[in-house]
């Protein structure tokens, strides 16, 4: 009756491990399921449950050390592309007043107007060309350039 109960229990946790791993698709749970069908095996050959536990955890540890190094090799993380960076050490020309204190500013780079604040606190008029130095949220940080436009 326990070897019966041992199989379940293995069973079980080899489709909950491997739902798991279809559900996040991250290769966090695969080496769970390897240990599991293990310990399955070993379930199967009427092993304790210690030997069965230790099987579980000897197997997952084994494919993590195999196959982590393989995966992180061929598997890259998608990342989400924006094209907000490009905007980065771009020069613009002040569309409205940038002033810190106030809340206020907006800079034309690239054919778009965005809301801006100065690096410095600095107030920056109408018509001057800044540079980009960062971004914060949805706001371009920005600094003068030496040239004014007008």
Same mark, same amino acid.
């Not at 791993?21 to 050959?45: D, K, Y």
């Not at 050490?89 to 007043?97: F, R």
């Not at 690239?110 to 130095?133: F, H, L, M, P, Y």
């Given at each position: 009756?326990?070897? &019966?109960?041992? @199989?379940?229990? #293995?069973?079980? *946790?080899? $489709?909950?491990? +491997? =739902?798991?791993?279809?559900?996040?698709? !991250? @290769?966090?749970?695969? #080496?769970?399921?390897?240990?599991?069908?293990?310990?399955?095996? *070993?379930?199967?050959?009427?092993?304790?449950?210690?030997? !069965?536990?230790?099987?579980? $955890?000897?197997?997952?540890?084994?494919? @993590?050390?195999?196959?982590?190094?393989?995966?992180?090799?061929?598997?890259?993380? /998608? /990342?989400?592309?924006? &094209?907000?960076?490009?905007?980065?050490?771009? /020069? +613009?020309?002040?569309?409205?007043?940038? %002033? %810190?204190?106030?809340?206020?500013? !907006? =800079? /034309?780079?690239?054919?778009?107007? #965005?809301?801006?604040?100065?690096?410095?606190?600095?107030?920056?008029?109408? %018509?001057?060309?800044?540079?980009?130095?960062?971004?914060?949220?949805?706001? @371009?940080?920005?600094?003068?350039?030496?040239?004014?436009?007008?």
């Amino acid at each position: 009756m326990e070897e &019966n109960m041992m @199989l379940i229990i #293995w069973a079980a *946790a080899i $489709i909950a491990f +491997g =739902v798991l791993e279809a559900v996040t698709a !991250q @290769l966090v749970s695969i #080496w769970f399921v390897i240990g599991a069908i293990g310990a399955f095996v *070993a379930a199967l050959f009427d092993a304790s449950i210690t030997v !069965q536990v230790i099987i579980f $955890i000897a197997v997952t540890i084994v494919a @993590l050390i195999v196959t982590r190094p393989l995966v992180k090799k061929f598997v890259h993380p /998608k /990342k989400q592309a924006t &094209n907000a960076d490009r905007v980065l050490n771009q /020069k +613009g020309i002040v569309v409205e007043e940038i %002033n %810190n204190i106030k809340a206020t500013g !907006q =800079v /034309k780079v690239d054919g778009k107007v #965005w809301s801006a604040r100065s690096t410095d606190n600095s107030i920056i008029d109408v %018509n001057e060309e800044i540079i980009i130095k960062e971004i914060s949220g949805v706001k @371009l940080i920005v600094e003068r350039t030496k040239v004014s436009v007008n």
